[in-house]
Every structure is written in C-alpha cells, then in structure tokens.
C-alpha cells in the first residue's frame, strides 16, 4: 500500500495516492514493499501500473 509520494518519483509522476494499492509494475506482481522499491528504482522508458484504488482496479500507464 502506499503511504507517501516523494516529489518527482516514477510514484508521483504517474499520479499514485496515499491508499492505493500497487499490484504490478510493468507487468511483474508487487508481493511486498521491497519489491515494489525495486521495481520502481529502475529506469524505464515506459510505466505500467496496476493499482487497486477505493475497491477499483486500475492501470496507469507513463512513457511511450
């Protein structure tokens, strides 16, 4: 779950909220917060994020 966004992270630029859920990250599941630290700490010309936001599945989707 998300708890905070720092300012211009992949996080903030794809517009996550406090309270979402991350579920996958360019296509590969997020099973815990380390994971998604480490799918999220990579460089990527394209984001594909999956969320779970208010009951609602979502994706996000940020680059080319």
Known sequence: ???GIKRGSV???LGLQP???LLKVNE???PSVAEARKLLGVESPRWA??????GEVM???LGG
Do not use: C, H, Q, Y
Request: charge should be positive; hydrophobic fraction near 50%.
């Open 59 to 61: 994706s996000l989707v």
């Open 1 to 3: 779950m998300v708890f």
């Open 28 to 30: 590969r599941p997020v």
């Open 19 to 21: 309270g979402d859920m």
């Open 11 to 13: 996080a903030n630029r």
């Open 49 to 54: 994020i999956t969320i779970k936001r208010n």
